[in-house]
C-alpha cells in the first residue's frame, strides 16, 4: 500500500480524486453530505503538510457537455465552510485561467475542476485527457472508493502519469482494509446477509462467498427465486426464470462446502406492489396465485437476528423486502438492529448498498456499524474478486 501518512508533499501540487457525487434537491441543495465530509481528512493531510490541492470529482451523469444541473457549482460554498479555506472553481478544465491558476497556486491553497463527466474523455478514460489533467499538478492521489470500480481517466489512466508520485487516499486505505479483512481473515462464524431484488446482481458475490463464510442469509426479493428452485410455491412473487438453474447450483455448492443457508421461513405477502394494499403472513414456499412476497415474516426475522447475534463476523449487503413502504419495512430494520447489536458485543460488521446504508441512516445506526462502505458497486465488485481499475492503476509498476 502506497500510504500518504507515509509521505510528506509539502511544497508539492497535489491532484486528488475526490467522490463528490452528493444528492442534490430540486433547488440545487446539497440534501446528504457525507461524501464530502469523508473526503476531508485526505485534503487536509495534503493541505497541512504544506502543499497545494487541485481536486478532481464528478457529479451524476451528464451526457458528455455541459449542463448546469451537473455542475460542481454547489459543492464550492459548502466545501470552503467545512475547510474553513477560499476554493478556487475552475469551470473551463483546460482554459488559460485554469493553467494559470494552476502554475500559481500556492502551498494551503486549493482548486476545484468543474465535472470532469463534461468531457467524454473522462468516461472513455482518454489517454491524452488524463496526460493534460496530470499536468496540472506533481503528484496524485485516489480517494475516490465509489468510482473506482470504473476506468476512467481520473481515477485510473491518470495514474501512469505519476509512477513514482501515486497513492491511496486515507478513505480508500481504509475501505481495502476493511474489505480485505472480511475476505482474508474474517473471524468465524462469518455469516452474510444478501438481500435486493435480483439474483442476477448478486450471483458473483454469492459464488465468491461461498468458500468464506459459515452462514448465508439470503432474504428481498431474491430469496424467491431460491424457494421456487427448491420446490417451493411463490405465486406472484418477483422471480427470475433464467436464474433457477443458477440458484439451485449454488444451493448445491452450498451443502457441499458446510455453509448454512437460511431463506426466510415465512412473508408478508400482498396482492398488490402498494403499501395500501391487502396483506397477511404465511409460509415463505406455499405463497398463492396472485399474491406476492414483499417482505420476510417475523419467524424469519427472528431466526435471522439469532444468527447474525452468533457471528462474529457480518457482511450485509441489500434490503430484506420493499422497505421504501412501511409496511414492508419490518425485516430491513430488524436485520439493521441485529447488525448494529451483534457488533456492540463484539462482531466486526460490514454494510455496503445505497439501500442497506439509507436503512441504517433512516433508524440511527450507522454508527454502530464496523465499517460502512461509500461505495456500492465498488464494493460489491471487490467483493466478487474483481480487481476494480481504480485500485490496480496505484498498485501497477
Ligand atoms: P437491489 O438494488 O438489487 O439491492 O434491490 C433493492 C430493491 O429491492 C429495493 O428497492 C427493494 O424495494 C427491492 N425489493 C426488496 N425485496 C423485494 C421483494 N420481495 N419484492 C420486490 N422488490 C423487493
Redesign the pocket.
Known sequence: MKKINDVNFKGKKVLIRVDFNVPLNHNRQITDDTRIVESLPTINKVLNDGAAVILMAHLGRPKGGYEEDYSLTPIVPHLSKLLNRNIIFTRDLFGQKTVDAAAILKPGEIILLENLRFYPEEINGDVEFAKKLASLGDAYINDAFGTSHREHASTATIARFFPKAKYFGLLLENEIQNLEKLLHSAQAPFTAII????VS??IDIIKNLIPKVDNMII??????TFIKALGGKVGN??IEEDKIDVAREMVQEMMLKGVNLYLPTDAVISDA?SNDSHFHIVSADDIKEEW????IGPKSCKRFAEIINNSQTLLW????????MDR?KQGTKSVAIAVASATISGAFSAVG???SVAALNQYNLSDQISYVSTGGGAMLEYLEGKVLPGVKAILDK
Open positions: 438481500g435486493g431484488a435480483k446482481s448478486k432474504g428481498g426479493g431474491m430469496a424467491f412473487s418477483l406492489f406476492m412476497g414483499l417482505d449487503n441489500g434490503p430484506m423486502g420493499v422497505f421504501e414492508f448498498g445505497g439501500d
